[in-house]
């Protein structure tokens, strides 16, 4: 099969690296890609939102199958796009229709579609600027802290969390003012969970699913998950916490409600659910839902599986997954994100890395990285991820950093508590 993966990031190097080693692939190309993608297969350099150069594209190099990494893609509409068109609807696109992908492009969409499927979640009322009176009513009715959440995509920004009720509210004018631009329009409002969050990936093709090992990552920029918020600075798999039973309450509640949901409102959906979780007193509910893997997630979850994941994705495109077993690694994966200095602010590209070719017993995801003149330099704020694998979390974690020693770039920065919450770890 001739496939085009769309993206650029850890997560598309993970796909990659895994689409690589199936005996099914003929051609890999990777729309725009990254240095290490441009190792398994070809970089075409074409925004993976440019549908009529996906198009072009496409036939031009007889492509069997679009695997879409990243939301905008599919929030934009990439597989109805295909489907439309007679001349690419032979193509399977992994990825959810338009309207699935609204899971992750309107929050109050998918709050509405958990309600009416019984899905445990945050209670919320959402507000648009002529019920900003209701909005601020349900804000009293609630204690503090308080969630203010912008409906749209707003690149991982749009949701505030705030202690005092006065500021939620100043915040919620504001939001709704445009604080993030069209997609605060509708605001949010939930209820503040508390308690530990994971990540549960479901691969459905809109009839039956198979559950892909669960993870944990870590997404504030400092040690003790302090500071701002960033895509990810490192994820572990499994997680410790999410024993047989829960993850057995996970799929009861959460995960068959959901395909179930999906297939009755007629909503076509063939691709990853990401399900954002949060154990509140043993007990799961949804934080969010996104319609990809995430990353660094996928870098942790794509090396468990042993799976030939093409023949999955086939499997996916002719709704014939309910024949297909998944084999599981039963290693844990753990992996670190290297990073430009001052990210998630501002920071520096275009700095050399060397020392990759030193790693060893660690694979080296790109996530931020271009090749300029033969070497490799770093283009974005996470720029490597390192995973290892090992018997305990504790073990693959130590193979990761010690091989993180080995690699270099101006101004490098990690954390080195990714799995602190377990065990008190620290490296
Ligand atoms: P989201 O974009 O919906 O995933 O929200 C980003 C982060 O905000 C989540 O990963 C949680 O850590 C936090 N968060 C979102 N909603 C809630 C909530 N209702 N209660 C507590 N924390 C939340
Ligand atoms: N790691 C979280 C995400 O991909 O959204």
């Not at 069997?64 to 295909?82: A, W």
């Amino acid at each position: 099969m001739n496939v085009l993966l769309l993206g650029s990031g850890g997560r598309e190097h993970a796909l990659a690296w895994k689409l690589k080693q199936s005996k099914n692939l003929n051609s890999l190309f990777i729309a725009p890609g990254n240095a290490g993608t441009a190792s398994l297969g070809q970089n075409v350099p074409m925004s993976a939102t440019d549908f009529p150069k996906l198009k072009a594209f496409s036939l031009e190099n007889k492509i069997d199958m679009v695997v879409v990494g990243p939301e905008d893609p599919l929030v934009q509409g990439v597989y109805d796009f295909f489907l439309a068109d007679k001349e690419l609807s032979h193509i399977a696109v992994i990825g959810p229709s338009k309207i699935g992908a609204k899971l992750e492009g309107s929050k109050d969409f998918a709050k509405e579609f958990m309600m009416r499927h019984n899905i445990p979640t945050a209670q919320y009322k959402s507000v648009t600027s002529s019920t900003i009176e209701e909005g601020c009513a349900f804000l009293d009715s609630l204690s503090a802290p308080y969630v203010l959440k912008a409906d749209g995509l707003a690149a991982g920004k749009g949701v505030l969390i705030i202690n005092d009720l006065s500021e939620a509210k100043e915040n919620l004018r504001k939001m709704l003012d445009g604080m993030f631009g069209a997609s605060s329009r509708t605001v949010v409002i939930e209820e503040f969970l508390s308690g530990i969050e994971c990540s549960v990936f479901v691969l459905t093709d809109g009839k039956s699913y198979k559950i892909l090992p669960v993870a944990k990552d870590y997404k504030r920029i400092g040690e003790g998950d302090t500071g701002l918020n960033t895509g990810g600075m490192g994820a572990i798999s499994p997680v410790p916490f999410a024993d047989e039973t829960f993850m057995q309450t996970v799929e009861n509640e959460i995960v068959i409600p959901t395909v179930e949901g999906l297939r009755k409102e007629n909503i076509t959906y063939k691709g990853f659910i990401f399900i954002g979780l949060i154990k509140v007193n043993g007990e799961p509910k949804v934080i969010e839902y996104n319609v990809r893997m995430g990353d660094p997630e996928t870098e942790v979850v794509i090396p468990r599986l042993k799976s030939d994941l093409l023949e999955l994705f086939s499997a996916v495109a002719t709704e014939t997954l309910h024949e297909k077993t998944l084999e599981i690694d039963p290693r844990c994966a753990t992996t670190v994100m290297m990073v430009s200095g001052g990210y998630p602010e501002h920071y520096e590209k275009g700095k050399p890395i060397s020392g990759i070719e030193n790693v060893e017993n660690s694979l080296v995801f790109h996530a931020g990285t271009s090749l300029k003149n033969g070497e490799i330099v770093s283009s974005g704020g996470r720029v490597l991820a390192v995973t290892s694998y090992g018997g305990t979390i504790e073990d693959a974690l130590s193979t990761s950093y010690e091989n993180m020693g080995k690699i270099n770039f101006e101004n490098v920065y990690y954390r080195r508590d990714i799995g602190f919450d377990l065990k008190n770890l620290r490296f």
